[in-house]
């Protein structure tokens, strides 16, 4: 048992990738004593406390209308909803797809972002969190600006550590052929540059740091946690 007991408190992507991640390290923190809560998404109601651990919920988005008789929705839904709704833009090439798709995801992250960070605020100050953590690639600026220590998860996709010999993230271009990645990053550029800005913007008005360029989360100046199976990372290309 740990000597003094610490809040935890962790919110990761309404998903269930990263969530399964931080259920799989807060047992951990709950088997030594700590106290954990999850800030997930409102669709996740009950099935965390399941499991022994503490929720304060936020939403992300307006509640939807409920029908009388319809069931719940399933916990992330929205993502769920959202791959159905642009799965035809994935026969694009990837190139066309930042327009159509990997531009729309990142204004549906920030919208998300700006439209909880009230309930956010509200939540740490209940809670009084020794640590946070997130897993996501988006950043949520109550989570960097309480005083306590952050620390980031990064565990969606192993080309979010960049590295000089690895293609862009989104492209799906070959690690062995870089003869298109300088299009690809120019069209990145075009496409996502005035959105980023305005985040950067709304970012430092909550009192968070600047993003990195291009960026739309902060790397973490306490703990960098990277999960990714070896077997599908680039670790011949990089660390």
């Keep these: 048992?740990?000597?003094?007991?610490?809040?935890?408190?962790?919110?990761?992507?309404?998903?269930?990738?990263?969530?399964?991640?931080?259920?799989?390290?807060?047992?951990?923190?709950?088997?030594?004593?700590?106290?954990v809560v999850f800030a997930a998404e409102s669709s996740w109601q009950g099935k965390l406390t399941l499991l022994g651990f503490e929720e304060d919920l936020v939403d992300l988005a307006?509640?939807?209308?409920?029908?009388?008789g319809e069931p719940e929705p399933d916990a992330g839904q929205f993502w769920k909803d959202f791959i159905r709704d642009t799965s035809p833009e994935f026969r694009k090439p990837t190139v066309e797809q930042l327009e159509s798709f990997v531009k729309p995801t990142w204004q549906a992250l920030i919208d998300g972002s700006m439209y909880c960070e009230p309930q956010l605020r509200?939540?740490?100050?209940?809670?009084?969190?020794?640590?946070?953590?997130?897993?996501?690639?988006?950043?949520?600026?109550?989570?960097?600006?309480?005083?306590?220590?952050?620390?980031?998860i990064v565990s969606?996709?192993?080309?979010?550590?960049?590295?000089?010999?690895?293609?862009p993230a989104f492209s799906g271009l070959p690690a062995a052929d870089d003869r298109?990645?300088?299009?690809?990053?120019?069209?990145?550029?075009?496409?996502?540059?005035?959105?980023?800005?305005?985040?950067?913007?709304?970012?430092?008005?909550?009192?968070?740091?600047?993003?990195?360029?291009l960026e739309f989360i902060?790397?973490?100046?306490?703990?960098?946690?990277?999960?990714?199976?070896?077997?599908?990372?680039?670790?011949d290309a990089r660390p």
């Design 1 to 35: 048992m740990a000597s003094r007991q610490l809040t935890v408190l962790f919110m990761p992507e309404s998903a269930y990738g990263p969530t399964n991640q931080c259920i799989g390290i807060g047992k951990v923190l709950l088997e030594r004593g700590h106290r």
């Design 62 to 68: 307006p509640a939807p209308e409920v029908t009388p």
């Design 122 to 152: 509200d939540i740490i100050a209940r809670v009084k969190p020794d640590v946070i953590v997130e897993d996501n690639v988006l950043c949520f600026p109550a989570l960097m600006t309480s005083g306590a220590p952050f620390v980031r």
């Design 156 to 167: 969606c996709n192993p080309l979010e550590m960049k590295g000089a010999a690895l293609p």
């Design 180 to 213: 298109e990645w300088g299009a690809f990053r120019a069209e990145y550029d075009r496409t996502h540059r005035a959105m980023w800005a305005d985040f950067n913007a709304w970012v430092i008005e909550q009192g968070a740091p600047p993003l990195p360029d």
């Design 218 to 235: 902060h790397e973490s100046s306490e703990a960098n946690l990277y999960v990714y199976p070896r077997e599908a990372d680039y670790i």
